[in-house]
């Protein structure tokens, strides 16, 4: 009898601490994982400069677009930076900057402090485009091919693995 | 520069402990009931370098060093000093530090004031607590380092969330450490009770301070965080049953049940094992609240940055400890024979104990069910206050009930006197009660049943301390504490019934009027402060006899940037007059929330008076020992 009440107790705490690991590692809304190997999806966001819009089909005269989602208030994207400048210097690829929930002028001032390594720098001011792409944090980062396909998606600050991970693919 | 110093600090800590638990793991094997004088030097020292590191964190917040991220991401330099020191543990990584600092003050305290106890137990107690220094410093050093460096660095940080900018939230967190930090300090004593067989009354008493005190400190930090909710999310309400109000009052109803049973135990030598299963719940319990509120699993208004790797990091680290507790609890469990007396004692503080795991049940319940529904199912839900309080509040009539006679009853005995006193002490509750009604002209069938079963509890500690006092056996804190949550039911009871809550949307120069009041909308001014500016609204408040002024704030923070709304509060005995202030999107019109709440102050007294009543019991211990 008390063997039973023993596993019974025990079966109870490893179901309720079963139950917190899969509700951390639960599908969000927000999750891109299954994005990857699929088109990405249709978008318009504004140049960070101008009123003009950017949308899929701009993408689709690189050979290979990396899109990179950042904010002048996010402290990993400043760690980030100067390994997007160093990718800028890459032919093959363009980057995308977009500018995620941030005041116009404050990306300024941080482009200007740090460089702007940006083909084309657009802003998603109230964050529902990047929602599309499944950002949740950032930065993130987005790899593309051609046929628009999703390569890679990078979650929080690119590392240098993941530098030479794009230069590989890219070559 | 800073960030070396802050890691090398962490890394010694982590060598000290080893060392600590090196030295007692070879202490342990001599003879003789000695503890060699390295051990209590490293315990020392140790507490030492915790302590430097914090106070280098905190040096790196006052002098705004954002090559730390942690200094970036949470402090700026314009904001007052008081602040810039308060932000080093208003965050996830500098209050991890805090957890630390407790972990190993308690450690070497426990170590020099129980000098009485067998060494054996004393030093699996230490190898158990360091151990769990261990792995928390790990967990600082692996996945929340406040010194990891920021390069290039910023010239400017991020700023504090302007919330959290409050004298109330400085305090809050150390206070709530203590409390549920410091459980682990029994929870390390019960483990090496049971890997020592050190399961007679004496185990009692090297525990029951510690729990007195981490209790007291749970309740303040609990008082503290419910008054800053109070005043400053502008709800007017203090308890929203929000998961992390939650989280930190679970361990509150183990501990509450611990130092009830814990008395059974050191007179009576009964309940061990039921002791040793709660010291370990009260701290699996503060680390389970840790894991629901950091990890991000729930979604609350403490907005600490989630990150789920830190919540593998916890859930890892509870499942150990829970798995560990259970495995030891079952080799070394035996069946314990309780032959109580209906009347007794003893069963009264087992009652206090079932309804102890009834509320805890209750409030587990309801913060992870969301969670069970979200994983299993997919669905999202959300389980709010009508579930608490339905569920609950039925429950305290019967509880308080229990509370006042209780303590009456004698040891072993199965004999209760003054039935009598009792009934005719019930019917002064009912009356005064009916008075309440006739005068208020108010009636709802629960909250009259708490006010009578509160009234009840009342007059029997006021009967308890005169009948105790002639027979000159008075326990004080006893009657204090027990006196005092009858009056904080009470007070709440009666604030919720005679709250008055009013909603306008006005323009300067406006009168509203509601029953024998008047709100006019007098004045609107802009003010500038050095880290915000501030529209400051003056609203007259008329209630046929006395003229308040009170005056809301919408404030715009400038780092970061962000719009807080400030209520205006005039307090006074009798009731406070809550005002606060939004503005409406183009338009001259402001919305307005008005509310009465009657008894606000004294409903604070009361949690502070039961708090005096531990505290007192704390140091009637501590003098007898």
Known sequence: MQKIVKTIIL???????????????????????????????????????????????????????????????????????????????EKNMKIVGVNFKDKKEQAKNFLDELGNPYDVSTKDTNGKQSVLFGIYGIPESILINKELIVIKKFVGPLSENDLNYIKEIIK | MISNFGNLLLFASIVLSLSIIYLSNKNLKLNGNQITKHIFQLSLI????????????????????????????????????????????????????????????????????????????????LIIQNILIIGFLFFILLNSNPFSPLSPIPKEGLGLNPILQDPALAIHPPLLYIGFVGSSIYFSAAIASLISNYSEKNFASSIKNWILISWSFQTLGILVGSIWAYYELGWGGFWFWDPVENA?????????????????????????????????????????????VRSGILNSVHTFASDPTRGIYILSFLSLMIFGSVF??????????????????????????????????????????????????????????????AIIFPVVVIF???????????????????????????????????????????????????????????LSSIKDFVVSKKKNNLDLGRIISHGSFGFLVLFIGLNYIFSIEKDYNMKIGEIKKFDNYSIEFKNLELKDFTNYQAVVGEFEIFNGKDRNILKPEIRIYSNPKTLTYEASIKTSFIKDHYLTMSNIDRSDYYNIKFQEKPLMIWIWLSVIMVVIGGLLRFFKNAKNS
Not at chain 1, 37 to 60: A, C, G, M
Not at chain 2, 350 to 376: E, H, K, R, S
């Open chain 1, 11 to 89: 079966l109870i705490f490893l179901f309720i601490l079963s139950v917190f690991f899969i509700g951390l590692n639960r599908d969000t809304n927000y999750n891109t994982a299954n994005q990857i190997n699929k088109e990405i999806p249709d978008f318009k966001v504004s140049y960070l400069n101008k009123e003009n819009f950017f949308t899929k089909n701009d993408l689709r005269k690189n050979n290979f677009t990396l899109i990179n989602f950042w904010a002048s208030w996010c402290a990993p994207c400043r760690v980030e930076h100067p390994l997007l400048i160093r990718l800028s210097e």
């Open chain 2, 248 to 292: 930190s009052l679970l361990p509150w109803f183990a501990m509450t049940a611990l130092f009830h049973s814990i008395i059974v135990f050191e007179k009576r030598n009964l309940f061990y094992f039921w002791v040793i299963i709660l010291c370990l719940m009260t701290f699996i319990l503060s680390v389970t609240g840790t894991f629901l």
């Open chain 2, 328 to 389: 030891l609890l079952f080799k070394k469990y035996k069946t314990e024979n309780y032959n109580l007396n209906q009347n007794s004692k003893e069963t009264f503080v087992l009652v206090n104990n079932w309804f102890m795991m009834f509320y805890l049940v209750t409030v587990l319940l309801g913060t992870i069910y969301p969670i069970f529904t979200d994983a299993l199912s997919q669905n999202k839900i959300s389980v709010g206050p009508p579930f608490y309080n």
């Open chain 2, 46 to 125: 140790q507490s030492t370098t915790v302590i430097i590191c914090f106070f280098t964190l905190i040096a790196a917040f006052i002098v705004s060093d954002f090559s730390l991220i942690t200094v970036y991401q949470n402090s700026h330099s314009m904001k007052p000093i008081f602040y810039k020191i308060t932000g080093t543990w208003g965050n996830h990584e500098g209050s991890l530090m805090l957890w630390v600092i407790i972990l190993s003050i308690f450690s070497f305290l426990f170590l020099i004031y129980n000098k009485n106890h067998p060494k054996k137990f004393r030093l699996l107690t």
């Open chain 2, 400 to 458: 308080l009930i229990f509370m006042s006679i209780g303590p009456n009853a004698s040891w072993i005995k199965n004999k209760f006197d003054n039935i009598k006193l009792y009934f005719s002490i019930l019917l002064g509750a009912i009356l005064i009660n009916l008075m309440i009604i006739l005068f208020f002209k108010n009636f709802s069938i629960l909250s009259n049943f708490i006010i009578i079963s509160a009234l009840f509890l009342i």
